[in-house]
């Protein structure tokens, strides 16, 4: 307890339930903070300013963070935070330690009991990209794909969740899906992934897997069989453009051969002697 809080003060503490911030253990938290390493918080203490103010203090659980008292100077303030005049506390440089329970206790003259204000900080680590691998078979005239989708080294420990890119609410053909999450010792930070198995109809899928904000590439599965009758007509079009291709070239090729013959004709007709021919205009001969 900080010393200048009586060790027999009854605390005042205010919380507000929400259920879209549930903060580790502590399910009915006024404010759940969340931001990431090496960057800011901000913590802004309800102070009533109709109210005489004997002292604010700013804690970590029991541990003195930052603080103000009206008669007494203060120290032991933690080097990466500061307060304004309006009591908000900021904290930098954040770390993953940094995580935890914190309170602002308000304590008002002439009154017999200080007010607390919680907060719950969570200090994340952003997950790499999510990577992926796919895998399409056929059982029972049945085509089914299954996707795994991972992403590495984040915190806290949070879901993968596949994002279709089509609108509307229809599964397209997922019959199944597993999250899974693994801590690591020696980082101390989380893995994620998610296996989900879709039955192919002739609509191709195409997803995205997103955890914390972070997205993948497009996953495209599912894409409808190639037709049989499509591919022999762009065979035989393919075929038949070469066959004229090449035909013209052989028709090129012979028409030279039969202009250079004739040339060769008119020569001998006009020369008697090949010493005439020579000296001619005739240089092909």
């Not at 009206?70 to 954040?94: C, P, V």
């Not at 990209?129 to 989708?149: A, G, H, L, M």
């Not at 899906?177 to 893995?191: A, G, I, Q």
Request: hydrophobic residues 30%.
């Amino acid at each position: 307890k900080h010393p200048h809080i009586p060790a027999n003060t009854k605390l005042r503490v205010y919380l507000l339930c929400s259920e879209a911030c549930t903060c580790n253990n502590f399910a009915c938290a006024h404010d759940c903070i969340s931001e990431p390493v090496n960057g800011s918080a901000t913590f802004k203490c309800p102070v009533n300013e109709n109210r005489e103010i004997e002292f604010v203090y700013f804690q970590k659980e029991n541990l003195f963070v930052n603080g103000h008292h009206s008669e007494n100077r203060i120290t032991g303030k933690w080097n990466n935070t500061k307060m304004d005049k309006n009591f908000t506390f900021y904290m930098y440089n954040l770390e993953r330690s940094l995580s935890g329970h914190y309170k602002c206790i308000i304590m008002y003259k002439k009154a017999g009991n200080p007010d607390t204000h919680e907060y719950n900080l969570t200090v994340t680590v952003p997950y790499s990209k999510p990577s992926f691998t796919k895998e399409c078979n056929n059982r029972n005239d049945i085509r089914s794909c299954q996707v795994t989708c991972m992403a590495q080294d984040g915190y806290p420990s949070q879901k993968i969740w596949i994002v279709l890119v089509q609108s509307g609410n229809d599964t397209n053909g997922m019959v199944t899906s597993r999250n899974d999450s693994v801590f690591n010792l020696t980082t101390k930070l989380f893995s994620s992934t998610v296996t989900a198995e879709f039955n192919c109809s002739n609509t191709e899928v195409e997803f995205v897997c997103s955890v914390g904000g972070v997205v993948s590439e497009t996953i495209s599965i599912c894409s409808p069989p190639s037709n049989p009758a499509t591919i022999i007509i762009a065979c035989t079009v393919t075929l038949a453009l070469l066959l004229i291709f090449a035909g013209f070239l052989i028709y090129k090729k012979c028409r030279k051969s039969k202009e250079s013959n004739l040339t060769h004709l008119h020569c001998r007709s006009q020369y008697s002697n090949v010493k005439q021919i020579q000296s001619s205009s005739c240089v092909d001969f």
